[in-house]
């Protein structure tokens, strides 16, 4: 992922970017893949935006080390086991 990929992606899943139905549509078909595969990690971090932290449980990928959700987001990003 590059570096104007992760800034997409984190601006899109925190709400500072919106995501049109489009964009939801393709992340939903990529995690669902994502949520099957052997590389799938879950995982959690403490978020905190607009002066909120939450403990959020997500998922990241062994293979590349990117967070699924963001990473699925951004539509020019692939997968590194070409699974989307």
């Known amino acids: 992922m590059n570096l104007s990929h992760i800034v997409t992606g984190w601006s899109k899943s925190l709400g500072v970017m919106k995501v049109n139905d ?3 549509k393709l992340s939903e078909e ?3 893949k994502c949520a099957v595969c052997p590389f799938a990690k879950e995982s959690s971090f ?3 935006f607009r002066g909120k ?5 997500t ?8 967070p699924v959700n963001e990473k699925t987001l951004v539509a020019e990003e692939q997968c590194p086991e070409n699974k989307w």
Do not use: T, V
């Open 53 to 57: 932290a939450e403990d959020i449980k």
């Open 30 to 32: 990529r995690m669902n």
């Open 22 to 24: 489009a964009e939801r």
């Open 59 to 66: 998922i990241y990928c062994r293979k590349c080390g990117c």
């Open 46 to 48: 403490l978020k905190l």
